[in-house]
């Protein structure tokens, strides 16, 4: 089945630096790959998804960039704020349920310092 | 809409008891899922239904049934909690309509604390 290595699993950047988290997955049938932001006691919640025809995708300071042949997509953050804090997930998901079946990696905790 | 919702929000168990924990979904979606979360290891797929009347193991099932009472509910049941059980439980849904794969919503979860 799918397995997904997310890296690292701890990051601290700089208030209005960037940030990068990068993971890698195995199945190669997988097309759609979702990140999600979990605060401290809340829910996992998308911030941004890609498909597996698509290379890269922005949404202001937030961008992923998705490598198929190797098989590893990555997370961007510019000109982080303090409440980019949080654990970030990727995730891939892999054709072969009816369900939307996501499997995802172990997250990284993310610290803005100010 | 409220959305994902999930109850109790805390529970704390003996080992040996059981116990149910209730998810209700109001978007009409198709597919329902239940994860435990752990420190240091992510969300994990416990269970999962595809569409009303059907449900399939995920990668941690041990421990765990489940059913999907109508299209809106799907409940978790541990018959005889242990230790290992105690988790964060998040349900979630996904419209499962498009023949696409699309992303879950995530319900508030249930901490579960077994002694």
């Known amino acids: 089945g799918e397995n997904v290595e997310q890296h690292p699993s701890t990051l601290s950047v700089q208030e209005g630096d960037s940030a990068v988290i990068k993971c890698t997955y195995s199945d190669s049938a997988s097309n759609y790959f979702p990140w999600y932001k979990q605060e401290l006691g809340k829910r996992p919640q998308l911030i941004i998804d890609?498909?597996?025809?698509?290379g890269e995708k922005k949404d202001q300071r937030i961008a992923v960039t998705l490598n198929k042949t190797a098989k590893h997509f990555s997370l961007h953050i510019t000109e982080t704020q303090p409440e980019d804090s949080a654990v970030y997930f990727c995730a891939a998901s892999p054709p072969y349920s009816s369900a939307s079946k996501i499997i995802f990696g172990s997250g990284t905790r993310l610290s803005i310092r100010p | 809409n409220a959305g994902v919702t999930q109850t109790p929000k805390f529970q704390v168990l003996k080992t040996g008891q059981s116990m149910t924990l209730q998810c209700a979904q109001d978007?009409?979606?198709?597919?329902m899922y239940w994860y435990r979360q752990d420190p240091g290891m992510g969300l994990r797929l416990i269970y999962y239904?595809?569409?009303?009347?059907?449900?399939d193991k995920g990668e941690v099932p041990n421990g765990y049934n489940v059913s999907r009472l109508n299209k809106r509910e799907f409940s978790l049941r541990l018959e005889s909690a242990a230790p290992s059980q105690t988790s964060v439980y998040f349900c979630a849904s996904s419209p499962s309509t498009s023949g696409h794969q699309e992303t879950q919503y995530f319900g508030p979860g249930t901490r579960l604390l077994v002694l």
């Open positions: 978007m009409n979606h198709n597919s």
């Open positions: 890609i498909r597996s025809n698509v």
């Open positions: 239904s595809a569409s009303e009347g059907t449900t």
